[in-house]
T-cell receptor
């Protein structure tokens, strides 16, 4: 059974710091990994999608890496800003049960980030 | 391009009632998935629809059901509501169920069961 872990559950940093958010998963047989942010009471905003054959993806100040063999992904946020404050979730697209052609996203519990001005 | 829309945004129901939530995917997207988010369990997969057919169903009781229409819009229904059904229900759409497709989420429907 696939399990996704994000540690720590919360992080508070001063503005301007470079941040590394961690995500680990137990089964390396994934199709892709997606990072999301969620603002309080809102839905999920997709940040980056890394296919299983890729090592990293970049978008603006964000960079995500994937190491399937070790079951880890990191999200790097450069020069953090107060507007980056949100909960960040990672999710892996994984086989659902034993039936071929059936997949689902398995989410971590998220990491609540607070960037202080 | 409009994003995923969900209606209603908020609902208050009492135990034993039933509820129907609606999701309109991004134009051109044909795959719709539903998730339940609670503080204790986090995000859990409910089911996925493609071409009006349910492809997968998560580990939820039969009180949770859904369907998809020919225009790809989807509804989920919860019958005989229980207090534990209080949650944020999120809908996600993608072009197709192909594993490489990105999932885009709607704002969610906040369901409170009293």
């Amino acid at each position: 059974k696939q399990e996704v872990t994000q540690i720590p559950a919360a992080l508070s940093v001063p503005e301007g710091e470079n941040l590394v958010l961690n995500c680990s998963f137990t089964d390396s047989a994934i199709y892709n990994l997606q990072w999301f942010r969620q603002d309080p009471g809102k839905g999920l905003t997709s940040l980056l999608l890394i296919q299983s054959s890729q090592r990293e993806q970049t978008s603006g100040r964000l960079n995500a890496s994937l190491d399937k063999s070790s079951g880890r992904s990191t999200l790097y946020i450069a020069a953090s800003q107060p507007g980056d404050s949100a909960t960040y979730l990672c999710a892996v697209r994984t086989l659902f049960g034993t039936q071929g052609g059936s997949e689902k996203l398995v989410f971590g519990k998220g990491m609540k980030l607070t960037v202080n001005p | 391009k409009a994003g995923v829309t969900q209606t209603p945004r908020y609902l208050i129901k009492t135990r034993g009632q039933q509820v129907t939530l609606s999701c309109s995917p991004i134009s051109g997207h044909r795959s719709v998935s539903w998730y339940q988010q609670t503080p204790g369990q986090g995000l859990q997969f409910l089911f996925e629809y493609f071409s009006e057919t349910q492809r997968n169903k998560g580990n939820f009781p039969g009180r949770f059901s859904g369907r998809q229409f020919s225009n790809s819009r989807s509804e989920m229904n919860v019958s005989t509501l229980e207090l534990g059904d209080s949650a944020l229900y999120l809908c996600a759409s993608s072009l197709s169920p192909d594993t490489y497709n990105e999932q885009f989420f709607g704002p969610g429907t906040r369901l409170t069961v009293l």
